[in-house]
């Protein structure tokens, strides 16, 4: 919001509906102005709020409007359980939370209003908090019980129970319409805003208080602007509201500004007195009568039920206690709902990061998909290839067959023609037969082709199943576990090496192992590591302390690199994702046996996902 604004200005502020909020300058400046008078000797605030737009990131960690809240009722809320200073979000929350709950003790309705709004600087609803809290401390004396001379106000036949029901502003205005009356004014003022406009009902209320110092010769001016900023000036020199209102805000009938202003001179000025005169002490005393009179029934009704002042003292303390129990609950409310915000912040966090993890996987798991698919449609083709040789082959055999078949029939008729023809017809039966046997055997070798084939595409078909389950199962897998560890934890529940060991499934391999960190300077830094390799898992642990890895890191998906130096012997695993947050690990070796033996288990375990971990998902 800029800081030249003018008072008169409107402030437009979007809403998460979509909707827009509008709220005035005006309001803004008069009741910045009312906190910095209330708050003035608080060494805990610091300074004034100027310019008053300074509000909005002054109020954002709760504390301020906490001080307020026991500015108008003591101890509304427990100083000691608000954070000060509140820098950071989850603290300045808390803060707000308990704000609220005080703001609901005097009477604030905070209905469509939460912590997370006022953090968050919500112009419109943080100006709509703090009326709130400056109307209930304007308004905290306008009762009987601060004013007993309030009973003045009361009409002739009104009974005094019906007069004690009436809201603050009503009885403002009744104040208001008294001095009127005695101001010999019959028009009574029944509003805030546009009765009070042109400043004559000022005029004579000032002159009532203030006597000489506010002269009715101010009606006499034509120009309400003027009359208005002559009411302002005398207001503030008599009654010191400076800055409360302005002429601006009388001329246009805000009403909340003049509400305040109401309230402010009746707090500093009420020229009210208990009535003297024999009437109205009669009337007092008929009213006291009546009290009495449902004091004693009362007393009476009592009496018959046959309730003692003990049992009463005891419902006291029962309704004390229970004061008490829901103020601990109020807090441990608070607490909780802290913990909750806490919670929410980490869940996100690791819906985040599993989104991420999730999203850098599936290309790779749908390339795989596609390749098997690829395969798939290869194998068929060649089986429909295999099916149309063997239906060539059966119409071949058809042919020899008939062939065969005129064969038999020309032999028959050479034996008939005499013997002469005999061998001959012979050794071609016998050359047909042999053609006919390396037909029928390359028959058989086709069909177990055929056969071989259709075992080849059922498998094929399993495999594509197998890691379409394998998809589903690492998509639920990446979206409830945020990192190597917790999903670890998933797997295998204790972490420590004797557990992992005593595991089944692949046997673990151990060591300690020279690990290389980079440092900012651009220097190197070896650290001596206890690792333990399980699966696709590299647990790290430090010599120490085996119960508890410190990082678990997953070795599917990557890439192994070695570099070997005179005398020195390096193994780096880096992974094919391009994210900026995960960083290469490299391990430095004595000898050249040492890092080819764990190039070989770590490259094993980097095709973990495809062999024994889908038979551990689906069991």
């Known amino acids: 919001m800029d800081g030249d604004r003018s008072r008169s200005d409107s402030v437009s502020q979007g809403s998460c509906s979509g909707g827009r909020h509008t709220y005035s300058m005006a309001e803004l400046l008069s009741f910045v102005e009312h906190v910095n008078r209330l708050l ?86 943080v100006l709509a908090v703090l009326w709130q809290i400056v109307k209930a401390s304007l308004m905290q004396h306008v009762t009987v019980t601060k004013h007993p001379e309030l009973v003045r106000l009361a009409a002739p036949s009104e009974d005094l129970t019906t007069f004690l029901k009436l809201p603050p502003e009503g009885i403002l205005l009744r104040w208001f319409n008294f001095h009127l009356r005695q101001a010999g004014i019959v028009k009574e003022v029944s509003n805030f805003s546009s ?29 309400s602007t003027r009359r208005a900023r002559n009411i302002v000036a005398i207001a503030s020199s008599h009654l010191n509201c400076k800055g409360l209102v302005s002429p601006e805000d009388i001329v246009q009938g805000v009403t909340k500004i003049n509400l305040a202003f109401v309230a402010f001179m009746f707090n500093t000025k009420p020229g009210l007195q208990l009535p003297n005169d024999t009437a109205a002490l009669h009337r007092l005393s008929m009213d006291r009568d009546q009290l009495e009179q449902r004091v004693q029934m009362l007393d009476s009704q009592l009496k018959s039920e046959r309730l003692s002042v003990s049992v009463v003292d005891e419902l006291r303390k ?93 032999r028959n008729r050479l034996r008939q023609n005499g013997d002469d023809n005999r ?32 075992e080849m595409v059922q498998h094929t078909q399993s ?38 060991q005593r595991q089944q499934g692949s046997r673990a391999k151990v060591g300690t192992l020279n690990r290389v960190y980079n440092d900012r300077r651009g ?23 085996r119960s508890d890895p410190t990082e678990v890191l997953r070795v599917d998906d990557t890439l192994l690199d070695t570099t070997t130096v005179p005398g020195q012997f390096f193994l780096m695993i880096s992974w094919i994702c391009d994210s900026p947050s995960v960083t290469p690990v490299t391990f430095r070796f004595e000898s050249a046996d040492d890092m080819k033996a764990w190039h070989e288990a770590l490259g094993t375990a980097s095709e973990y996902w495809t062999g024994v971990k889908q038979r551990r998902l689906r069991r």
């Open 463 to 500: 495999v594509y199943e197998r890691q379409a389950v394998h998809v589903s199962h690492l998509k639920v897998l990446f979206a409830f576990h945020q990192n190597p560890k917790s999903l670890a934890q998933a797997i295998y529940k204790d972490l420590s090496v004797e557990a992992l």
């Open 40 to 125: 003035v000797d608080n060494p805990l605030l610091g300074a004034r709020i100027s310019p008053p737009q300074g509000l909005f990131d002054r109020q954002q960690d709760g504390v301020l409007f906490c001080h307020l809240i026991n500015q108008v009722q003591e101890n509304a809320i427990n100083m000691a359980h608000v954070k000060q200073p509140a820098p950071m979000k989850l603290t300045a929350i808390g803060n707000q939370n308990l704000m609220m709950g005080g703001a609901q003790r005097i009477g604030c309705k905070l209905a469509n209003i939460s912590a997370e709004d006022l953090y968050d600087k919500n112009e419109y609803l």
């Open 523 to 545: 220097g190197e830094e070896v650290k001596a590591l206890f690792f333990l390799l399980k699966e696709c898992f590299l647990f790290v642990y430090k010599p120490n302390k």
């Open 195 to 223: 009765d009070v406009r042109d400043g004559h009902a000022y005029i004579y209320l000032l002159n009532q208080l203030l006597g000489q110092h506010c002269s009715l010769s101010l009606l006499d001016d034509t120009d």
């Open 318 to 410: 029962e309704l004390d206690m229970s004061r008490s129990h829901s103020r601990r609950q109020a807090d441990e409310l608070v607490m909780v709902r802290r913990e909750c915000t806490d919670l929410h912040e980490a869940l996100l966090a690791n819906r985040a990061e599993a989104m991420r993890v999730s999203s850098d996987q599936v290309p790779h798991l749908q390339r795989q998909v596609q390749e098997a698919v690829s395969s798939y449609q290869q194998k068929d083709k060649q089986l429909q290839e295999a099916e149309a040789a063997i239906r060539q082959m059966l119409e071949d055999n058809k042919v020899v067959q008939s062939q065969f078949a005129l064969v038999v029939q020309e």
């Open 423 to 454: 061998k001959e017809l012979l050794d071609e039966i016998a050359s047909l037969k042999k053609q006919l046997e390396t037909v029928t055997r390359e028959k058989e070798v086709l069909q177990k082709a055929m056969a071989k084939t259709e």
